[in-house]
C-alpha cells in the first residue's frame, strides 16, 4: 500500500473549503466526490460561518467597501477593515461556495438591487472607479454568473502604456502597479473562463501578463531589483495585495484554461517557492493584514498555512507536470 502523505492529511484535515480542492487538484479524486465535498462550503465551516453574517439586503457589515459603522480612524489605529461586501463576496469564491446554488443566486440579486459603492454611489454590479476594485469585482461577477462586460470594457481601456494597470492612474500614475495588474488580470481571466471573454479583453490580459513576466513577476525593469520585497513573502488572505505565489497561482489557472505552457520567465519564481518550502513539505504564512476580520481563516503568522501550502503545491504540481511533457 502506499503511504500516506502526511502534508495531505494534514490538509484534509481541514475546512470544506480546503478539503474539496485538495480533492480535486492533489488528489485527482472522481468529480462527484469533489463536487459533494465543495457543496458543504455553503452548509459548514468556513462559508457556511461567513454566510450566517450576511445582512438581510445581501450585503455584509452594511456596505460595499466599508462597514456601515466605519470611521476613519480604525484604519489609521487599526488597519484596513475587510468585512464589507466586496471582501466576503471575494472570499466566497475562494472557498468555492457554488456560484449556481440558490442561495448564491439569491445573494447576487440581492446585491444588484440594494448595494452601492460608497465612493460615487454606483450600483455594485456596475462597478466603482479604482482598477483594483473593479478587477476584483469582475472576479467575483464573472464567478457568479452576472454580466459585467461593461466593467470589462472600463478596464481594457484603462491600461497604462506599460501595459498594466494602476489604481492611482486618476491621481496621475503613470506607471503600472504589480498589485493593481494582478487584480485586474485576475478579473478578466474569470470573465474568459465564464464567456470566452472579448477580442479587447484576451489583448488586454495577454498585455498585462507581459507586464510581470518582463519583470520576472517582482523585479524592477529598470534596475532588476526586487520591487518589493514583500512580494517575496507570501501572506493570506491577499485581499488587494500581491505576491509572487499569487502571480504564479494566477499563471498556472490561465495556462490551464488556454492550454498554453509555462512561460520560462516564470522559473525564477518557481525557484523562490521552492527555496521556501520547510523540511516538512509544508509553507509558512509570512505574513497577514491588520484590520478588522469576520473570523480567521489561517493559522499563526510564521507557522505552517494550510491556504499557502494548497496553492504552492498546487503551481508546484502544475509546472512539474508540464516539465515533464517538455521533457
Known sequence: ?????????????????????????????????????????????????LLSFQDDDGQWAGGAFLPADFDPREWREHGQPWTATTFSLSQLREFGFDPSSERARRTVALLGASAHWEEGGQPYWEGEVEECINGRTVADGAYFGIDVSRIVERLTGERLDDSGWNCERVRGSLRSSFASTINVL?????????????????????????????????????????????FLRFLHPNRWRYDILRALYYFRSSAMLTGADPDPRLGEAIGH??????NDGRWLLDWTLPGRVWFHVNEAQGQPSRWITLRAMRVLRWWDRQASVRH
Not at 465564464?194 to 490580459?205: D, F, L
Not at 517557492?273 to 520547510?278: A, P
Request: charged share 35%.
Open 273 to 278: 517557492l521552492r527555496s521556501r518550502r520547510s
Open 1 to 49: 500500500m502506499t503511504k500516506p502523505d502526511p502534508v495531505i492529511e494534514w490538509l484534509l484535515d481541514s475546512d470544506p473549503s480546503i478539503r474539496w480542492q485538495v480533492m480535486c487538484d492533489l488528489l485527482d479524486a472522481p468529480q462527484p466526490e469533489w463536487m459533494a465535498e465543495r457543496a458543504k462550503v455553503e452548509t459548514e465551516g468556513w462559508g457556511a460561518k
Open 186 to 230: 485576475e478579473g478578466l481571466l474569470e470573465f474568459e473562463r465564464s464567456t470566452g471573454g472579448t477580442p479587447q479583453s484576451r489583448e488586454a490580459r495577454s498585455t498585462g501578463e507581459k507586464f510581470l513576466l518582463e519583470r520576472n513577476l517582482f523585479r524592477r525593469l529598470g534596475t532588476g531589483e526586487p520591487a518589493d520585497e514583500r
